[in-house]
Structures are given as structure tokens and as C-alpha cells.
């Protein structure tokens, strides 16, 4: 049964770790090719439980930080090749409408404003001073099917005239008028166990197999409009491709 509670404004524990391990990162106190500690070394040092920290280095693995030999430990990749995007033909559309095999019939959003961690700015590749991040859950016949989640730099919300007192206008601009006026996107589809606890507020599937799609929306000089990710039940998907 769906978990109807509320979402939560304050940032979650294993968030703030992700934060923490990304700064470490990209500082280079864990290089490029270097071994984490061990699990228990890091939930010792960061104060956190061995669960809090799972969560932390599942986010970090999807979003292609670091890697997990089994049996030995996490290591950081060598992230060197910048994308160069092909450019949209405009039949692009939202992945949660064109991936999911449940017919949708509500969107639940919620949106906040906050200062940009250094791993959002890098995901939007630009300095914003504030940051819009939307959560959307998708549901078909009452009960959550996908869940989405995007971060957007706050100068975009003026200069696409976008009400933030009327959520709908988001709503829009984030599931039409981004795909009609895009530049160019990225799309990275692969496997993730971070759909239940990343959702929050609702439990999306019985067991923690998701399709996730990591998304990049850029504008016509390449700059990024909308950065964002998309987690769908593995049991509830089918992507066609038409070449």
C-alpha cells in the first residue's frame, strides 16, 4: 500500500552525505582512480548509520561518480568526456509518458527554492545564486507508478515568465514546452535501487528495481535548462527505439 505522507521540505540524511562524498570528490581528497574507505570507515567518519551511507554511494554509483567492485570496495571513476549533444528533432517528450505502460492519470508536485550545492551547479554547469527543485509523482488509479525529479536555475523561472504561485505553469514548462523549445538532450537509461527511498514520500514499487533515466536539457547555445532524473519500476516500462 502506497505511503500517503507528505513529502519533506528538510534534506534528507543520505543527501547530505551524497553532498558531503561528491564535495570529497571533486576536491580531489579522493582522486580519480582511488579506493573509498571502507563502508564502516565512512559511516564512522561522517556520523551516519551503514544504511545512510548505502543510500549516499547508490546515488553516487548512478550518477556515474564512483563504482563498486563486489568484494573489494568503492572507487572513483575518471570522469574526463564532456557531452556534445545531438540536436533535438522536436518529438522528444517527457521519458515518464513515453517510457511507462501505465496510463497516467495525476501528477502530485512540490517544488522548493534553495542555494545550489556544488554537485546541482556542476549538474547544471553554470553558477546560479538559487535553484528551483521539483518533485513530481506520477499515478495512475491513485497509486504512484514514477517519479521524477528536476532542478532548474532560478534566472529560467523569470525568463520563462513561469508563476511560481501557480504550480501548474511549472508543471507544464517542466512536462511540454521544455522538450518543444529545446536545443539538444541527453539521456543515460541504466539500472538503479534508489527509486523508494529517492521518491520519499510515496513507495513506488515492492522491491527495488528501477529503469532510471538521468536527463539534460539544454537550450539552442547549449546551456542547461533543466537537469533531472526519472525513476520507473522495472516491471512498468517499455522503451521503443525507431532509427
Not at 511549472?170 to 534508489?194: F, I, Q
Request: one cysteine or more.
Amino acid at each position: 500500500m502506497a505511503n500517503t505522507e507528505k513529502p519533506k521540505t528538510k534534506k534528507l540524511k543520505h543527501v547530505k552525505v551524497y553532498d558531503q562524498l561528491y564535495e570529497l570528490i571533486q576536491n580531489g581528497t579522493y582522486p580519480p582512480g582511488s579506493q573509498l574507505p571502507s563502508e564502516a570507515a565512512l559511516s564512522l567518519q561522517m556520523n551516519v548509520s551503514r544504511m545512510t551511507l548505502r543510500k549516499a554511494l547508490i546515488l553516487l554509483q548512478e550518477d556515474g561518480l564512483i563504482k563498486n567492485a563486489p568484494g573489494v570496495g568503492h572507487f572513483v571513476y575518471n570522469q574526463s568526456e564532456e557531452y556534445s549533444g545531438d540536436k533535438g528533432s522536436g518529438r522528444l517528450s517527457h521519458p515518464v509518458y513515453s517510457y511507462c505502460t501505465e496510463e497516467l492519470d495525476r501528477v502530485e508536485i512540490k517544488f522548493r527554492i534553495e542555494p545550489p550545492t556544488k554537485s546541482i551547479m556542476d549538474s547544471l554547469n553554470q553558477y546560479t545564486p538559487a535553484v528551483v527543485i521539483v518533485d513530481r509523482w506520477y499515478m495512475h488509479r491513485g497509486a504512484p507508478v514514477a517519479y521524477s525529479l528536476s532542478f532548474l536555475p532560478i534566472e529560467l523561472i523569470g525568463e520563462k515568465q513561469i508563476d511560481l504561485n501557480d504550480e501548474s505553469q511549472l508543471l507544464d514548462y517542466l512536462e511540454c514546452h521544455c522538450y518543444e523549445n529545446m536545443g539538444s538532450c541527453k539521456r543515460v537509461c541504466s539500472y538503479s535501487t534508489a527509486g523508494n527511498f529517492t521518491a520519499s514520500a510515496y513507495t513506488l514499487s515492492e522491491n527495488d528495481s528501477f529503469l532510471l533515466i538521468q536527463e539534460t536539457i539544454y537550450d539552442n547555445d547549449h546551456n542547461t535548462i533543466v537537469s533531472g532524473k526519472h525513476y520507473l519500476p522495472s516491471n512498468l516500462f517499455r522503451i521503443e527505439i525507431e532509427l
